[in-house]
């Protein structure tokens, strides 16, 4: 694992990511693990982009094709793959890009868990108005 980038880490990966680069190590299209799980595409592309998530029996199932382990699947911790090899500047401009994106994107997690936070209260503050 390359410990600058931890590519498909907590932090880093979810577990659409993680998902999705195995099954692409793996050599398998979205079309074939489907089929092979007994799933719609459609169902795959959603994991995938972290729309909704498998069902224990097929993550059980799924792990075991693309050769990860299912902690790795869903925590990006234990057996699964190790970060891409860079390569030459223009990997090293995409990395950046991809680790820039990855950092916005903890960003806007934050702000949003701030924003149900800040929700909450005022609606607690409104519901206490009622009752006066």
């Known amino acids: 694992m390359n410990d600058e980038t931890d590519w498909y880490g907590p932090d880093a990966a979810t577990f ?3 998902l999705a680069g195995a099954r692409e190590a793996a050599g398998m299209t979205q079309a074939q693990l489907a089929r092979r799980l007994g799933v719609k595409k459609a169902t795959i592309a959603a994991w995938e982009n972290d729309l909704s998530e498998p069902r224990a029996n097929r993550l059980s199932m799924m792990a075991g094709m693309i050769n990860v382990s299912i902690m790795w699947l869903l925590t990006g911790e234990g057996e699964g793959m190790e970060a891409p ?6 990997n ?3 990395a950046d ?6 950092a916005i994107r903890g960003e806007m997690r934050a702000s949003a868990e701030r924003a149900a936070r800040l929700e909450k ?7 206490q108005d009622k009752n006066d």
């Not at 090899?85 to 223009?90: I, R, T, W």
């Not at 890009?97 to 990855?102: D, H």
């Not at 209260?121 to 519901?127: A, D, P, Q, T």
Request: proline share 0%.
């Open 16 to 18: 659409g990511d993680r």
């Open 85 to 90: 090899l860079e390569e030459g500047e223009a």
């Open 92 to 94: 090293l401009e995409l």
């Open 97 to 102: 890009a991809v680790a820039e994106l990855r």
């Open 121 to 127: 209260k005022l609606r607690l503050m409104l519901e």
